[in-house]
């Protein structure tokens, strides 16, 4: 089962840019997760949001959650070659997530 | 804590071969998780657990895939008969139940040839 858009699902911008990563669902979740996955390993939780309209910061990276708990958005400020991997975000639906098809993000130094 | 545990890492097999991968989970996390994940498909539940008991396997592809949790310690994915398409990184993570966040284990790399 999957999320029905995150977009865009391939990246490929220059150090020192500013994008914006977007997870959109029919569905209502009561959490959304961020998770970053590099080659060969396994995803890595970035965030959690559980509130309409919260937004968090993390460090350059900034994620809000919809007012309707049905969307969200991942926005990184300055981007490093350090940020590339590829971007997954997850809704949490009676403690299973439902997952995105995940973006892929390049930074190139 | 050493995070979750698979086993192993890589599994190269023939097809028709049996394949068993390994998971151990957080400790005193009571949830566990298969995915499998692959380019075409991206990330896919197989099944879960909670203390033990499978709770969906709706996931699991075919009577060919097999999971049991014998204790909270440990859980096993057997793919018996292997085929190629069975190809994929199969990743275990685990929760507590009243957590939202999973944590996932580095994965196995599985190629059937």
């Known amino acids: 089962t999957q999320l029905r858009e995150q977009s865009p699902q391939f990246l490929s911008i220059q150090e020192g840019e500013n994008l914006t990563v977007y997870c959109n669902s029919s569905?209502?979740?009561?959490?959304l997760q961020w998770y970053r996955q590099e080659p060969g390993e396994g995803p890595v939780l970035l965030v959690t949001v559980v509130t309409g309209g919260e937004v968090k910061k993390l460090k350059r990276l900034t994620f809000q959650f919809g007012d309707a708990r049905k969307d969200s958005s991942l926005h990184i400020t300055a981007a490093q070659p350090g940020d590339t991997g590829l971007y997954l975000c997850a809704g949490d639906s009676n403690y299973q997530l439902i997952w995105g098809a995940g973006t892929k993000l390049i930074i190139k130094p | 804590d050493a995070g979750v545990i698979q086993s192993p890492r890589h599994e190269v097999t023939e097809m028709g071969q049996e394949v068993t991968l390994r998971c151990k989970p957080i400790?005193?996390?009571?949830?566990l998780f298969w995915y499998r994940q692959t380019m075409m498909r991206g990330l896919e539940l197989l099944i879960y657990f909670n203390n033990n008991v499978p709770i969906d396997d709706s996931g699991m592809p075919e009577d060919r895939f097999s999971a049991k949790m014998p204790n909270a310690s440990f859980s096993t994915l057997k793919i018996q008969p292997s085929e190629p398409r069975d190809s994929a990184v199969y990743f275990c993570?685990?929760?507590?139940?009243?957590?939202?966040?999973?944590?996932f284990g580095p994965g196995t790399r599985l190629t059937v040839t």
């Open positions: 993570a685990s929760r507590e139940w009243s957590s939202y966040e999973q944590y």
């Open positions: 400790s005193g996390h009571n949830s």
């Open positions: 569905s209502v979740f009561s959490s």
